[in-house]
């Protein structure tokens, strides 16, 4: 199954990169979360659980964990994936047993400084991962064999239910205080990782139908330098073709836009959408 997969330039530079977010990620993990000790999400929640009630080192906790999983991987699921989960599990167990003596390093008493930095990190340290279609094991092995079996399977349902049922522990074991503390860490992670890979510069995509479109075309044309299309609609109430104009542009160039637009026809209709990956000229390449 895995003998023709080839390893390129390409993917050793996604193996760096995978091995990178790992390390950044147990740094968020061993300096911050340890040192107050808070949980974190998934797969690495669970490890840090066996830590404090075990003396069981996360590292080596994660790596028994998906043991079992990799086989489950390697028969029901493509060997790409695989692949890339090996090299990100076995980057964050090393990565984690690397910086084990990390959190000595801090001398903080103060929780909501841990919890906040240690999701900043996690969250960067993940979304390098997740960007390079990379994985770390765990839940997403089980979340993709799920929705290969059931299609109608939604994969965040589960990371949820984890996240959950992580959040409830916590609260049990090491007092509600930490619990929140958790779900604050988690909450900032997940924001972290959305931005990473969707990019803290976001693009907007508007949608224009006005009749004085001409006026609009030339001005983001010559003043904006950028790019439109015309759609023909049909408004189904009066049934009249009308051109929608299609522009995307980035969010800050959107504010003066949509002010020019109505400055140009103050009853233009106007839809603005959330893009989170624009690709082509003007906006840059992946």
Known sequence: MLSNFKITKYVLLDFLIIFIGCFIASIGVNLFLVNAKLLSSGVTGIALMIQYSLNVPSGISIFLINIPLFFLSYKYLKRRFTIYSVVGMVSLSL?????????????????????????????????????????????????????????????GKLGFAINCFIIFISAFLFGLPKALYTLISIFIQAIILDKVLNGFNSKKLLLIISEKDDDIVKYVIKEMTRGVTSLVAEGEYTHQYRKMLYIAVTASQMVSLRSKILQIDPKAFITIIDVSEINGKGFNKI
């Open 95 to 155: 990565s984690l047993i690397l910086t084990e003596k990390f959190p000595h390093i801090s001398s903080l008493d103060d929780s909501l400084i841990y919890c906040i930095y240690g999701g900043v990190l996690c969250g960067l340290g993940y979304g390098l991962v997740f960007s390079r279609n990379g994985s770390t094991g765990g839940i997403d092995i089980i979340s993709m064999i799920l929705k290969q079996k059931f299609s109608n399977f939604e994969i």
